[in-house]
C-alpha cells in the first residue's frame, strides 16, 4: 500500500484545505493522474497520484484542513486492507454452494399501536349508549364543549312546562337560590310558529362571556356598542376598537413592506476568510511587524517610452507599461544590488539572479507570479512571460515554481487611475516598487513651461539592507533607463 499525503504545494504552504475528490474508494488510478483539488494559501491546486493501485482509502473528506504531511489517502491493490468488497463477490460469497439466491431475512414486523377510535365514540353517543364505553375526552376540550353548550347571557332556555297558547307569561329565569328573574314571553298561537327570540327583544346585548368581562374592566355600556359578528353579536375586536376610537372596530389593511433598493445592498455578517485572503493577512501582517521600512517617491517622464510602447505595439508586439518598468527595474537592480537581496540573521542575503515578482490582483486577493531572469530576457519576452503569468492567476493555475523565488517586487495600480502609493514588502525580499498613473502633467523643459506624461513611482525598502541615499540612487538609475528607453530594447 501507498500512502497520499498533503503535500507542500507552496514555499509558504503549512496546510491546505481539500477541495473535491476526483476519484472514490475502489477506483483504479495510474500515476500522474489527478485524483483531487486542494486549495492552498495561494490557489487551487491539481494533486496527481503518484502511485499506481486502486484507491483503499480516503482519510480526507472535501472542506477539511489538513497540514502537510498528513495521510488523506491509500492506495494499493484490490485484496490490501481496506480494499472495499465488492457487491458482487459479498453476494456470490453467500451463495457459494447452493447455487440458489440468498433467502430474504426476516423482516420483524411493527407492533401493533392501537389507535384511537373516534368514529366508535362518536357513534356510540348517538346510540345512547353508556358514555362509561368510550374514553373520557381531554380536560380542555370538556371545557370547551361546556362553553359551546352553557346558554350565553341573554338566551335564556324555554321554561320546562308548556305555556298556555295565546297568553303572556312570566318565567323565571333561573331556579337556584336567590332574587328571581323574570324575562317576558309570548306563547305561539295555535298553528302559529313561535316567536323568534332576539337581543333586542329582551333588551340584552349578544356578546359572549369574554366580551361582557372586558367591558367591565373599562366601564363600557355594550348598549353603545356595534356589533359587527353574526347576527350582531358583539366582538371583542368591536369593544376594543369602541374603548380606543368609538364604534365597530374597522378591519386594519395589511400593511406594505417597503420593496428592497435596487442594486447592491449592505448585510452585516462574519465571512470566513478564503486560504488567499488568509495568506495575504498574514504576509502583509508579519511584514508590517518586523521589517522597518522606508519609502521615496520619484517622477519619470514617460514620452519616450509610451512612443517606444506604441511602435512595438503598431509593430505586432504587444508590451505593456508594466513590462516597461519590468524591465527597467532588471537594469536598475542590476546596478544596485543591495535592493535584490534579503536580510537574514547572519548578514544581507544577494541574488544571483533577478526575479521580479508582479503584483496580480483576483478577487480573493493578490497573487504574486515571479518573472525569473528578467535581467536576461528581452523586453518581448518579459511581455509574453508576464502575460502568460497573469492568465494562470486569473484561472487559478499557477504553480509553487511561478510564484516562488522572487527578490524584487512591482505593484502597479495606474490602470486604476491611482498617482501614487506605497507598497508593502515581501517577507523574503528587500524591497518594493509602487507604481501610479502616467498622467499628462506640466513641467518645465527649457525655460518653457509643457506638458508632459509623468509617472510616480515609490519605492519601499527595508532599512535593514539599505537607506534613502542607496535607495534614491537606485530611482535615479531607473529613471535614467526609462526617460531613455532605448537601452531597453538592447
Known amino acids: 500500500m501507498n500512502d497520499i499525503v498533503m503535500p ?18 475502489g477506483d483504479e488510478v495510474r500515476r500522474g493522474e489527478v485524483i483531487a483539488e486542494v486549495e492552498t494559501d495561494k490557489a487551487n491546486m491539481e494533486l496527481e497520484a503518484y502511485a499506481p493501485g486502486v484507491i483503499l482509502e480516503l482519510k480526507a473528506q472535501p472542506g477539511d484542513l489538513v497540514q502537510v504531511g498528513t495521510v488523506i489517502a491509500v492506495v494499493g491493490k484490490p485484496e490490501e486492507k481496506g ?3 465488492p457487491q458482487a463477490q459479498a453476494s456470490g460469497k453467500e451463495t457459494q454452494g447452493t447455487g440458489q439466491a440468498p433467502e430474504p431475512e426476516p423482516v420483524a414486523e411493527p407492533e401493533q399501536v392501537p389507535e384511537p377510535e373516534p368514529e366508535k365514540e362518536r357513534v356510540t353517543q348517538e346510540k345512547g ?6 374514553a373520557p375526552p381531554p380536560a380542555e376540550a370538556k371545557e370547551a364543549k361546556e362553553a359551546d353548550l352553557f346558554p350565553m347571557e341573554g338566551e335564556k332556555q324555554a321554561p320546562a312546562a308548556p305555556p298556555v297558547p295565546g297568553t303572556d307569561q312570566e318565567q323565571p329565569e333561573k331556579a337556584a337560590a336567590g332574587p328571581t328573574e323574570y324575562i317576558h314571553t309570548r306563547a305561539p298561537a295555535p298553528g302559529k310558529e313561535a316567536p323568534e327570540f332576539t337581543p333586542s327583544a329582551a333588551g340584552r346585548e349578544r356578546a359572549a362571556p369574554v366580551v361582557r368581562r372586558r367591558a367591565r374592566e373599562l366601564g363600557m355600556d355594550l348598549a353603545q356598542v356595534r356589533g359587527s359578528g353574526p347576527d350582531g353579536r358583539i366582538l371583542l375586536q368591536d369593544l376594543e376598537g369602541a ?4 364604534g365597530a372596530a374597522a378591519p386594519t389593511p395589511p400593511r406594505k413592506e417597503p420593496a428592497p433598493p435596487a442594486g447592491p445592498r449592505l448585510v452585516e455578517e462574519v465571512r470566513t476568510m478564503s486560504r488567499l485572503r488568509a495568506a495575504v493577512a498574514k504576509t502583509v501582517a508579519e511584514s508590517w511587524e518586523h521589517i522597518p521600512h ?5 517622477d519619470i517622464l514617460m514620452d519616450e517610452a509610451e512612443a517606444i510602447r506604441r511602435q512595438l505595439k503598431q509593430g505586432g508586439m504587444r508590451v505593456t507599461v508594466n513590462d516597461v518598468i519590468v524591465k527597467g527595474v532588471a537594469l536598475a537592480l542590476v546596478q544596485y544590488p543591495q535592493l535584490n537581496a534579503r536580510y537574514t540573521p547572519d548578514g544581507i542575503s544577494y541574488h544571483g539572479e533577478v526575479n521580479v ?20 530576457l528581452t523586453l518581448l519576452e518579459i511581455a509574453q512571460e508576464s502575460e502568460r503569468l497573469v492568465k494562470l492567476s486569473r484561472s487559478g493555475a499557477l504553480t509553487e515554481q511561478e510564484m516562488s523565488g522572487g527578490t524584487f517586487s512591482v505593484s502597479n495600480l495606474g ?3 491611482v498617482d501614487c502609493f506605497s507598497a508593502i514588502i515581501h517577507p523574503s525580499q528587500a524591497g518594493v516598487l509602487a507604481v501610479g498613473a502616467v498622467l499628462d502633467a506640466p513641467v518645465v523643459r527649457s525655460g518653457v513651461l509643457t506638458s508632459a506624461k509623468v509617472m510616480k513611482v515609490t519605492l519601499s525598502a527595508d532599512h ?11 530611482l535615479k538609475a531607473l529613471k535614467e533607463v526609462l526617460e531613455n528607453p532605448v537601452r531597453l530594447l538592447i
Open 294 to 298: 522606508f519609502s521615496v517617491t520619484m
Open 243 to 246: 374603548a380606543g376610537g368609538g
Open 83 to 85: 480494499a472495499p468488497a
Open 464 to 474: 535593514r539592507v539599505t537607506d534613502g541615499a542607496y535607495a534614491a540612487e537606485f
Open 129 to 134: 349508549d353508556e358514555p362509561s364505553q368510550a
Open 415 to 417: 490602470m486604476f487611475g
Open 8 to 25: 507542500k504545494l507552496s514555499d509558504t504552504m503549512t496546510e491546505g484545505r481539500l477541495v473535491s475528490w476526483k476519484k472514490r474508494v
Open 357 to 376: 515578482s508582479v503584483a496580480v490582483g483576483v478577487p480573493e486577493g493578490v497573487l504574486m507570479p515571479v518573472v525569473h531572469r528578467c535581467h536576461a
